[in-house]
């Protein structure tokens, strides 16, 4: 199992085996010249003059068609399947919704952020059986394992919630009554090809090649009774949904998929088993279990108190959601089945639901068959808990599908971590350690265009990752980040304050401290997406810890203060040697 490997120290994450020397592309022979660098800042300035070069100083996000950006923020990753271990993808999605989250409350955004495990369902008791333990044991064990990932990878979830827990089977079995009481539900019986591994029924026009269009095995369910949820009436009502809230899906390509099926013909959905019983009984009805995923989707709601919806209430507060983060492959479940079951029972849907994609490995599906799964307690415990994070969330356009390797990581790691921002930060601090005794320069000359053009892009980085987060295109908000870093590395090069020490220490006071301010919007604005590294460079350059919300981007008191003192430097990101075809064997 995998709690045996939950012991790796995630402080590998802050090894010093950094190398010194510069990384080629970082070095003045590399960059603009001085000339092409001065026109290009000048540029910059005038175009930041034409427009608001101030940080907001404000709370909350860039508002969008589906969040205001102020209200009460409920953010969710689908409760993951007890029937294995963690693996890529668990992590992927969970690191995804993290990032969000840490930028909505550091934005000053009341923040419900929930994750869980969905214990209930065929798979899992017969997984149970084989494993020789009863299905509740075996759940106890798993789920803490999923539990377990989330710490180790720094995930700031409010709540975990368990789809075994009494409260939420109750909420479940009162959804049920709702329906019932709403002619959404009806006796019958069924019959038809249905997919264990993916707990869900498919038509015979789906099927591939005899299989699931996940590539799942299916078997014909002879006929036995059931309960219907009257699926087929919501078509239109879906569809019309879809129209009169474009933004209720994304990304677009995915809400296509959905359209396209939908308009296809929904038929009436069997909600019920009665050949297992590890499930929520059906309220009245004890020969029934309800199918999983009316179970599973309750979760949202059961998490919040549901069915308490009284006014000042978790449910009040936080229903609707604002956004369902999921993968792919379980759109169908969340953008078809989840909202008619709320249509149904008159209770509003959820404002967004993003699906992304899928990993591969070195160009192959990732299969036990093949051996090239990706354990994510693995890559944590060889690169640390931000260096994955930061490859996760950097790698793959979010909502596209994304291949790993050892060598895109290291690469990618290296050059944006080590070499780019790592090694910025170690010259910054250590050239005002050693030449302005220790502290913050006490005096700084006039600001030079080049001065004022990079501080207006810091200025600005604010609203460009919030836009970016605000819309879930988080690849954006790192892109903008690494931007942000290499002006840095250019300005720095060409400004050279390690020659202005011998010649104009004045000068050498203001580059350094104009980096200085720099490096603490940069900080500041990666806390969501590396928070342990982001706080190690705030503290280096003595940042205090109630000064690093994004509201005191924007706040002269909280700018960079003359004189004040700083952090000894040292080396924050590894640096780490791609393995040979020897290594990769072992």
Known sequence: MILALLTAPAARAFTTHTTKKLSPFLTSSSIATRQQYQQKQQTQSRLFSSTSTEPITSVGTPATSFDDGTS?????????YVNDKPHIGHAYTSLACDVIARYMRHSGRDVYFLSGTDEHGEKVETTARNAGMEPQAFCDEVSQSFRDLLGLLNISNDDFIRTTEPHHKEAVQHLWKTLVEKDAIYLGSYE???????????????????????????QWLKKEDSYFFKLSEYEDKLLEYYESHPDFIAPESRKNEVVSF?????RDLSISRTTFDWGVPVPGDDDHVMYVWIDALTNYMSALGYPNMEKGSNFDKYWPASLHVVGKDILRFHAVYWPAFLLAAGLPLPKRLFAHGWWTKDGEKISKSLGNVIDPVELIDTYGVDPTRFFLMAEVNFGSDGDFSNEKMIYKVNANLSNELGNLNQRIMTLVFKNCDKAVPTEIGELTEEDKALLATAASLRERTGEAIANQKIDKYVQSMVSMVWDANKYIDVMAPWVLKK????????????LMEVMRHVAVLYQPLMPTSSNVILDQLGVPKDEREFEHLGKEECKIQLGSDVGKPKAVFPRFEVPSADDDKK
Not at 72 to 80: A, G, Q, R
């Open 72 to 80: 009460p923020f409920e953010i969710t990753t689908p409760i993951y």
């Open 192 to 218: 038809g090809w249905y997919s264990v591994r993916d707990e869900c029924y498919y038509n015979e026009s789906e099927l591939v090649d005899g299989k699931a269009p996940t590539g799942a095995e299916v």
């Open 503 to 514: 010649t104009d220490t004045e000068r050498m006071n203001t580059v350094l401290y104009v």
């Open 262 to 266: 939908v308009k296809g013909g929904l």
